[in-house]
């Protein structure tokens, strides 16, 4: 029997975003998480969560990726603590959906945290709107090949027309990742959960 999905606009989305010491989600430390609710197909921007993290002993913040997030030791050092973090993310999660834009690095982080700090996932439903740009590729210009398509977060955004913000910071990309998410949604005429994941 199949069960019937929701309406799209009847669930909470959580777009979440993180900025991170390096790449390596084993190895690389959560320094930033925000999040920023869709909640009846509009962005909450009054409840959106921002806070930076202080990595974990061990964990260092690799030169290239301050390049691109401006974290310093410095600045982190005095922030929250992961596993307090993360019960704050999942509280959020609780309540609804997670959408990320390329959720194999957000999704993976999560999980290896939540792992080392013997942390429950919560095994949200997950909406990525990098899936969402392939399934519209797909549907266009099946002939394009998966490299040429606008897949970054800026990129994409500037294809659908929404206006550049400054990358990196976790809160703005989060709510980059919901604008983005509301014109795919609209573009493909999804008009359930099952039509996003």
């Not at 969560?49 to 690799?62: N, Q």
């Not at 290239?64 to 929250?80: K, M, Y």
């Not at 919560?122 to 899936?131: A, G, I, Q, Y």
Request: charged share 25%; with cysteine.
């Amino acid at each position: 029997m199949l069960f019937r999905s929701p309406a799209w606009d009847t669930v909470v989305y959580w777009a979440l975003d993180l900025e991170t010491g390096g790449l390596d989600a084993r190895r690389d430390a959560i320094l930033a998480v925000g999040m920023v609710p869709v909640r009846r197909g509009f962005i909450q921007l009054r409840d959106a969560y921002r806070t930076l993290v202080r990595p974990e002993d061990g964990s260092s913040i690799a030169p290239g990726s301050v390049s691109a997030h401006q974290l310093v030791w410095g600045e982190v050092s005095e922030a929250p603590e992961l596993p307090a973090v993360l019960e704050e993310v999942k509280r959020r999660l609780g309540e609804g959906v997670l959408l990320v834009h390329q959720k194999t690095i957000d999704v993976g982080f999560l999980k290896q945290a939540c792992k080392r700090h013997r942390v429950k996932w919560p095994e949200p439903r997950v909406v990525d709107t990098v899936d969402l740009l392939k399934k519209i590729a797909s549907v266009r210009s099946p002939e394009v090949p998966r490299e040429m398509l606008a897949l970054n977060l800026s990129r994409a955004r500037r294809q659908y027309g929404l206006p550049p913000y400054q990358a990196h910071d976790a809160l703005t990309d989060a709510v980059a990742t919901a604008e983005l998410f509301l014109v795919l949604r609209k573009t493909l005429g999804a008009r359930t959960v099952r039509d996003l994941t």
